[in-house]
């Protein structure tokens, strides 16, 4: 038997261990110094909410929950309450019966990258309420 092979690791992600940080640079969201990558988090944020989005309609048929959860997330963002946002955004996830994605799941052990891609998130998902017709236009449009 060869003793050089491997076996993976079947080790569960955790955003709290040693390893979380190198996996938020490697996907980009943090710089190589450990500060959140301004450049990249607002494509990363876009994807998400528009994928949280899309999830939330297949899911649910009743568009007043969609508005429901919709003012939940606003009530928190107006008082910039970043880190509840973020807890309420992976209980819509388990609501929705789905795993919160691996690249947000990580960002739980990193004050900095949700306090920077909270805000991100709240604007596209509002801009993709006002396009679905579920918000009125900000200029009242």
Request: glycine residues 6%.
């Amino acid at each position: 038997m060869n003793n050089n092979t491997t076996t993976p690791a079947n080790r569960k992600l955790d955003p709290f261990d040693s390893s979380a940080q190198a996996r938020l640079i490697n996907i980009g969201v943090l710089n190589g110094d450990g500060t959140v990558n301004v450049h990249n988090m607002p494509v990363y944020a876009s994807i998400f909410t528009g994928l949280f989005f899309d999830d939330l309609f297949d899911r649910y048929d009743d568009v007043s929950h969609i508005n429901f959860v919709f003012s939940l997330f606003e009530e928190f963002y107006g008082r910039g309450d970043y880190q509840q946002m973020y807890l309420f955004l992976s209980m819509q996830y388990d609501s929705i019966r789905k795993q919160l994605p691996d690249p947000v799941w990580l960002l739980a052990g990193n004050k900095a990258a949700v306090r920077a891609f909270m805000p991100l998130f709240m604007t596209r998902l509002k801009s993709l309420m006002t396009e679905s017709g579920l918000l009125a236009p900000a200029d009242g449009r």
